[in-house]
């Protein structure tokens, strides 16, 4: 019998009809039981008159299926079937979940703590530069790539990509009306494009998906969450402009062929105020469409270019945000963990670099310190990086190697956040402007007279260079501190202490304080 | 004849009684006609039986005097005079004054670019401090100095002053249940204080306010406004809570002494809503009355700690501003001028220094930064240091050197400001996040597809590192360029452009670019 691991990828393959577009013409499922879950999940035309089944247990055991289609004659031997779910291997900790209020966790239980970077356009780079990506992303902290399925037409992004998602021919299922509009878009931050090729909206390209298949899977056997933004605005083949019965036909296509994958994320669009051809009223019905069409329940959002939006909506399940402020944003993570009661995630707060644009040129020691404050604050925050460079390889689109300085510390960051007890952070009232975290379980209070202390504290002064704090410490307690250089990555035994403690710092921007009760 | 010199100061001086309480019992006032000016001002009693009258005119001629009072017989032979203002000397600019809705102008017409430092209680230490502090001054670019009446108790201010304000001897005109709160403030900040001396509020000290006098003109010889702040918290002594009559007494008294100094602001208070004690009634009270007492219409404001006063209130010129937020305040500089149509003055944007308290201890860069983000978007900042010292000599209170990196920047800023045509800069939007000065006459449009130029631009670029930027110039017009790092204190020279011109820059920090049509 064929053995999958819980959180592993069931797949079904089975020849079928290939007359007409079978994209349209032809369906096909599977009902699917275990002994804790039973469910219904629609198949794929893979091209060349293969039909796939994706499914992803949830639990250990013994499960059946039966497949249905509209064309179940060419393929009846195979429509029944068992197969036996074994225990996930100790890496393989399943999807991302909300848990509680603000907080992520994988379904085994692990705390997942975002630290997330951005490769618009990986996937339509030349091979060799992919390779590169993914050896890249190896070797570094992220866990989670947000990364387009549509290719990408913007500054520095010109060449065409190596895969269209679409079979190219007679153009079909594209908005003329909002083609135009697009091109306005496009003018906005380039020159007008010249070559305009003509895609069939309604027959997807097979080698395009086998081809993401792999890198999802890729991203996946690193524990890396895929990200996948599945529109946006920068667009000169129209894929920005089809009709509303393709963007349909498009996402029931990507949730069967990608819902099965643990590390899905589904972000409905990259900068969804950039595309006003799109209403909210249609962003609320396709997310909701794949809320449906997604049996899993992956994680699902929209990010904004100024605009957020509406987070409390239904099939929202975590807030995708860019910093819709020059100066402030991050700041406010807990300000809108209590506005939208869901997990804050910030995909955009500016890119290490040094392009001419407000979007992409902040030091390495900026986008740190942003990353610091999302953190302690009880959200989680995005890297990118915007080096010019000669061939136009910038991460942030394209991939490649790192040429920053962030990342290091971000890992620095993050193995701190995993050393902390729950694993949940939370952030409370500070002394002037500190930024305080403490345990999801744990309280403090700070009054000018007296503050209580949490078992585990992690104080952050950002850009104050304090040459000292004083903590006002139980005289019948005592308390571990550590002084923690977050740019130098040093972090400093201060001894253990009660009563009233002047701690030294070193008067240099960043630092911060960890304090645990002994 | 008496000859001064126009917005010099007058003073006359007569012998007068020296029976019961001479600052209660006895006024003396002068009638005072020039061609075009024609006012009261009242005089006041400088101890040992002495009586004065000052007053500033604001026009050259021949000018004519009659004094009065409740006992006049004293003096009855000086009670008519006459006197000749000459024209001002050229470093003498008269009284700064609001000029159209946001800006600053000296009375000759001369724009006042207000670049302020602070220096909370250094009349109050020993002389050779203050000595070395006015020395400070005069060779810093600093033109306003804030700083305060009564003494200071506070952290790093625990010492007594030289000279009280008031006589010592049995307590009288505090408010004991106000004083009970007063001390509960302190403790907020530090340990309870120890020695409270007694004052009587009924009666001034001569000697002490015959020192401020020097002060006050030993600054305005330097062409440095005096900000003098006339109420604050940080007290033992009980001089915040006077008894209203006291403090209206106080009030008449300091106008009649110091509104004929041509340098004066006034400054109702330094953090207002730390006083409590005192209601915003009695604040728009106290306020009318100085400008009712100060025949010259000094300017007048008073400063938050937390929340911003009612700056709309017609008895205030400018708003006076701490910052409300630990991460963005001087950058809505524009958008306040909008909401209270005066101009703005950051007076706090945290101290460049390395204190423990969020308030003192930003780098000489970020002070910078937000001079820089104040002035281009049409108001002006103030500077501070709070750097530990071994004797706890720290600028911002006490004087003496200075010890940080931010004071020639700011003087560089300011030459910049200077060379501004017409002298006054206001804001316009900019490409990304840029912000942009032209002057006050100028006008420019910004749009995605294009903008028009005014005849100055100033492009600063804060914290983002552009490597690059694009400036679509008209085909047949020219500009000349300049590359400004306003850190580094250069102005390098990038040539005249016409057209399309992409811009190289350095890609670090705080990097601004000046355009000049030739």
Chains 1, 2 share one sequence.
Request: proline share 4%; with cysteine; charged share 25%.
């Amino acid at each position: 019998m064929v053995q999958i691991e819980k959180w592993g990828m069931l797949e079904l393959t089975f020849q079928g009809k290939t007359d007409g577009n079978p994209y349209m013409d032809y369906w096909i499922k599977a009902a699917i039981s275990g002994e804790k879950e039973k469910v219904e999940v629609n198949g794929f035309y893979d091209g060349d008159g293969v039909y796939k089944i994706r499914f992803m247990p949830s639990h250990e055991g013994t499960y059946s299926y039966q497949v249905s289609g509209n064309f179940a004659d060419v393929f009846k031997e195979q429509m029944r079937g068992e197969f036996t779910v074994t225990p996930n291997r100790p890496e393989n900790h399943g999807p991302v979940r909300v848990r509680g209020r603000q907080w992520l966790a994988y379904a085994d239980g692990t705390p997942y703590h975002s630290v997330g970077t951005t490769c618009y356009a990986w996937t339509h780079q030349k091979e060799e530069l992919q390779q590169q990506t993914l050896e890249t992303l190896r070797k570094s902290c992220f866990n989670k790539l947000r990364f387009c399925v549509f290719p990408k037409y913007y500054a520095y992004n010109e060449t065409e990509p190596q895969l269209y998602p679409y079979q190219r021919g007679e153009s079909r299922g594209q908005d003329g009306e909002k083609t135009a509009k697009k091109i306005k878009l496009s003018i906005a931050h380039k020159k007008e494009p010249e070559d305009i090729t003509d895609f069939d909206c309604y027959s997807f390209n097979p080698a395009y998906f086998q081809h993401l298949d792999q890198r999802v899977k890729q991203l996946m056997e690193m524990s890396i969450e895929a990200d996948i933004i599945l529109f946006h605005p920068y667009d000169k083949w129209g894929f920005s402009t089809m009709k509303q019965e393709c963007n349909e036909l498009y996402l029931r296509y990507m949730a069967a062929r990608y819902s099965a994958y643990r590390n899905v994320w589904w972000s409905l669009a990259n900068e969804y105020d950039l595309l006003p051809q799109i209403t909210t009223d249609e962003w609320d019905t396709y997310g909701s469409l794949v809320q449906a069409q997604d049996v899993y329940g992956h994680l699902r959002s929209i990010h904004n270019c100024i605009a957020f939006y509406d987070y409390t909506k239904d099939w929202i399940t975590h807030c995708s945000m860019q910093k819709n402020d020059t100066y402030k944003h991050v700041e406010l993570t807990d300000q809108f963990i209590e506005t939208y009661r869901k997990p804050i995630v910030w995909d955009e707060i500016v890119y290490e670099g040094n392009l001419d644009a407000g979007w992409g040129n902040i030091s390495g020691q900026e986008l740190v310190r942003r990353f610091w404050e999302a953190t302690l604050r009880g959200g989680c925050a995005g890297h990118g990086e915007t080096f010019l460079h000669p061939e136009d390889i910038i991460w942030w689109s394209h991939g490649g190697v790192l040429h920053g300085e962030s990342e290091p510390r971000i890992a620095f960051l993050k193995k701190i956040w995993d050393e902390a007890p729950g694993g949940y952070l939370k952030t409370v009232a500070g002394i002037f402007d500190e930024v305080v975290a403490i345990p999801e379980y744990a309280e403090k209070t700070v009054t000018w007279e007296y503050s209580t202390w949490a078992d585990y504290e992690l104080h952050y002064y950002g850009f104050g260079r304090p040459a000292f704090r004083r903590f006002e410490f139980p005289e019948d307690e005592k308390f571990q501190v550590e002084v923690i250089d977050t740019w130098n990555m040093t972090i400093q035994d201060a001894g253990i202490h009660s009563g009233t403690t002047v701690l030294e710092l070193p008067a240099r921007e960043w630092m911060a304080v960890r304090i645990r009760k002994v």
